[in-house]
């Protein structure tokens, strides 16, 4: 019994950390139907930055991780304003060939500079090891990575709903002509929430150095990850990838720790399933973009 | 109606051999005697030139994007290496054909997955169906092999008579002959009402189903087709190298594929082929300078490419060749700029 618990509360921490990775890659394809294959790319970014800050400058990891998410906002607003935006209204090929290409730069270019192997971020000692509650095993680490996404969700779902700029970005996604009909600056709008969304994804990368590992592969590794997620949990609203990555999350941890042979072919399977049932996604609107 | 404003009349005449193709194959033909000492890359050309084939098939002709063709790759890979491991089919060539019958099923199976749903859904799919194979190719290692892959695969001469030697020149004639043999096959498929049909339906499926074409089943089909070519190309693998590991399936594999054919362009055959030798000549010119981050470079290429514009790139590159052709034999450029695609 308390083993399903602890599994089910470090399947939470995945899927939130999940979510923080890819919440920014739902809104792209969402708002600017981009399919960015890059996505992890900024993540890994963020998660060296924290590194380097953490291990080899000294500073302190609560400090490190705002500068994360800051390195990995800087490094997409730059790649957005400057290649990006010329490929909006290319065609899906395109986008995946070009976002595929700054994948390998990407891999390659971390590998020379930080060399090939797994790195790892010093952690403080608040931060190790595990506490009971009531015989479930709590890691501290994993309570720190739920408090922090869960905040952040419930910071992004006000933004979203409460919001002068959380209104625009709906109208947007919902209909892009009709909303900048409507007065709003939509490539504004994107921009600026395409480098929030590198940023979150920054700050997720920093985040995941301990439980998904740190590599110069990060990005190839996960991409399927992040496109299960918003695939999945379609692009209409943030409770949709949410929902989806808080799923994936439970059922990875749940099918690595229960059949541990079958290895990723749980995940692989639920998502081709899925995506046969819905394939506008669980959550997605029916209508077809 | 005269017949210069016919369909069918373009379509055949499209369809007719040219003499520069004659001639591309002369040179492919003449390379394996000319440079005996590489027979080895040539082989590896050859067989990435049949696969980009296969992906332009579903790309090119029917605007599937795929991103999980190298599972198609694999299960021939794998197939032929188990057949000739196990001495189930020792003759080669039989082995080919089972092994690629072995990725059609799969094809087949899998193709009513990528006919539903989007662009994005469809590069999912695939790419969903390529890691699952992997996943089960490592987790079946007592039959695969595990990372290790397939080892001490020894194949039987092809047709009982020609064995396979050391320097890869049979491996080389024998993959050039099966290419051509499935070039041959794929030229008349891609001309043929069928071939035409398919173009309809990556222009416009809406239209296409309007004018009475069966989408789906046009769609099924040709997704195995191309099964069945990547399977062979996979087998190639396997019989030409005598190993299949677990990177047949990888995602690097596939994404190469798409550099291949978005350097040779898609929709007319001979991208895939001539894709193949600019890209490991690149690959081979990239990693004698950084040979650990030759993929860097790869990156590199693929970003400039989407970036200046696949058409007009094959414009640039077309251009000296169709002038040549103006000033010389006097008319229309007959090296045609490729269709664009999805």
Not at chain 1, 10 to 19: E, H, K, P, Q
Not at chain 1, 151 to 157: A, M, P, S, V
Not at chain 2, 12 to 21: D, E, F, L, M, S
Not at chain 2, 168 to 177: H, R, T
Request: proline content about 3%; hydrophobic content about 55%; aromatic content about 12%.
């Amino acid at each position: 019994m308390t083993s399903i618990l602890t599994n089910l509360f470090d399947g939470v921490a995945y899927g939130m950390l999940l979510f923080v990775l890819a919440c920014g890659l739902a809104v792209t394809l969402g708002l600017m139907n981009f399919v960015n294959l890059a996505h992890g790319a900024f993540a890994m970014a963020g998660g060296y930055v924290c590194m380097v800050l953490v291990n080899r400058m000294g500073w302190p990891f609560f400090a490190a991780l705002p500068l994360a998410f800051v390195s990995a906002a800087a490094i997409g607003i730059a790649l957005e304003r400057t290649l990006y935006r010329h490929l909006y209204a290319r065609s899906h090929l395109d986008q995946v060939l070009f976002t595929i290409g700054l994948t390998f730069m990407s891999v390659a270019a971390v590998d020379y500079i930080q060399g090939s192997s797994r790195v790892f971020i010093n952690l403080p000692a608040a931060l190790q090891g595990q506490f009971d509650v009531f015989g479930v095993g709590i890691g501290r680490y994993r309570l720190m990575i739920i408090v922090i996404c869960g905040l952040l969700t419930i910071g992004l779902q006000m933004v979203l709903a409460r919001t002068r700029f959380g209104s625009r970005l709906r109208a947007a996604v919902d209909d892009p002509r009709a909303a900048s009909g409507l007065g709003i600056n939509v490539p504004q709008v994107f921009a600026f929430t395409f480098a929030f969304g590198c940023g979150l994804a920054g700050l997720g990368g920093a985040l995941s150095a301990e439980i998904l590992g740190l590599d110069p592969y990060f990005p190839l590794k996960f991409m399927i990850y992040f496109l299960i997620v918003v695939t999945v949990g379609g692009s209409s609203s943030i409770t949709g990838p949410f929902l989806a990555s808080l799923l994936l999350g439970i059922g990875d941890v749940a099918g690595k720790y229960y059949v541990p042979k079958m290895g990723p072919f749980v995940i692989y399977t639920m998502m081709i399933v899925i995506l046969i049932w819905r394939p506008n996604g669980l959550f997605g609107r029916t209508a077809a973009r | 109606m005269n017949a210069s404003s016919d369909v069918g009349y373009h379509a055949q005449r499209r369809a007719r051999w040219h003499y520069g193709q004659a001639a591309f194959w002369l040179v492919v033909l003449a390379c394996g005697f000319l440079f005996p000492t590489r027979y080895l890359i040539m082989t590896d050309i050859l067989r990435l030139a049949l696969f980009a084939m296969s992906l332009d098939l579903v790309l090119g002709y029917a605007g599937i994007v795929s991103l999980g063709h190298a599972a198609f790759f694999g299960v021939g890979a794998y197939a032929a290496g188990l057949l000739a491991l196990h001495g189930i089919i020792n003759e080669p060539v039989l082995a080919l054909i089972a092994a690629g019958l072995a990725a059609m099923v799969l094809g087949f199976a899998t193709s009513f997955l990528v006919i539903r749903g989007v662009d994005l859904t469809r590069l999912m799919v695939t790419l969903g169906i390529a890691l699952l194979l992997e996943a089960l190719a490592e987790r079946f290692s007592n039959i695969t092999g595990g990372t290790d892959g397939l080892q001490g695969i020894e194949m039987q001469p092809i047709f009982g008579e020609i064995p396979f030697d050391m320097f890869g020149k049979a491996g080389f004639f024998y993959s050039l002959a099966v290419l051509f043999a499935l070039f041959l096959l794929a030229r008349r498929i891609v001309h043929s009402p069928f071939g035409l049909s398919l173009r309809a339906i990556k222009n416009n499926p809406l239209r296409a189903a309007a004018i009475g074409i069966p989408v789906n089943r046009r769609l099924i089909a040709i997704y195995t087709l191309a099964a069945f070519y990547a399977g062979i190309a996979g087998a190639l693998f396997t019989q030409t190298t005598a190993i299949a590991s677990l990177d047949v399936f990888a995602f690097e594999r596939s994404a190469d594929l798409m550099l291949v054919l978005v350097i040779g362009g898609t929709g007319y055959l001979y991208g895939g082929l001539i894709g193949a030798v600019i890209f490991r000549m690149l690959q081979e010119v990239f990693s004698t300078i950084t040979p650990q981050y030759w993929q860097f470079w790869i990156g590199l290429v693929l970003v400039v490419i989407v970036l200046v514009g696949r058409q007009r790139l094959h414009r640039w590159v077309l251009y000296v060749p169709n002038l040549i052709i103006k000033q010389v034999a006097g008319r229309k450029a007959v090296v045609a700029v490729p269709e664009s695609d999805a």
